[in-house]
C-alpha cells in the first residue's frame, strides 16, 4: 500500500463516492443522531417531562416507596433512607401531579 497520491482516476471516483454520500440525506440524519454529546440536551430532556402521563400503578407504587421510606426514616433516622426519601419525593410529586393533571384534562 502506497502512501502517495491515488492516481487520477481512482482520485475521481472517490470523490464521485463522498459527494453522492454528502447528498444522503437519510445517512446525514443517522451519522448526526450517532455523535456523541458532552452534555445532556437540557431542552430535550425538559421537553420529554412536560409530555410525560404517568399510569395511576406508577404513581401508586411510588407513593407506596416514598410512604415506607418515610416511615424506615423517622423510625431508624438512618442516612440512606433519609436521603433516598429525599431523591424519591420530589418525582412522586411531580408524577402524581401530572396524573391528576391529566385526569381532569379529559
Not at 43 to 56: E, F, I, V, Y
Amino acid at each position: 500500500m502506497s502512501i502517495g497520491r491515488l492516481p487520477e482516476h481512482e482520485q475521481h471516483i472517490l470523490d464521485e463516492i463522498e459527494r453522492s454520500l454528502r447528498r444522503d440525506r437519510r445517512l446525514n440524519r443517522l451519522l448526526r443522531g450517532q455523535r456523541a454529546r458532552r452534555r445532556p440536551d437540557l431542552k430535550r430532556l425538559l421537553g420529554r417531562l412536560a409530555t410525560c402521563s404517568p399510569r395511576g400503578r406508577t404513581v401508586a407504587l411510588l407513593v407506596a416507596v416514598s410512604v415506607a421510606l418515610m416511615v424506615t426514616g423517622i423510625v431508624t433516622s438512618a442516612p440512606w433512607a433519609l436521603w433516598t426519601f429525599a431523591a424519591v419525593w420530589p418525582v412522586t410529586l411531580f408524577a402524581t401531579f401530572r396524573l391528576l393533571c391529566g385526569w381532569s384534562a379529559t
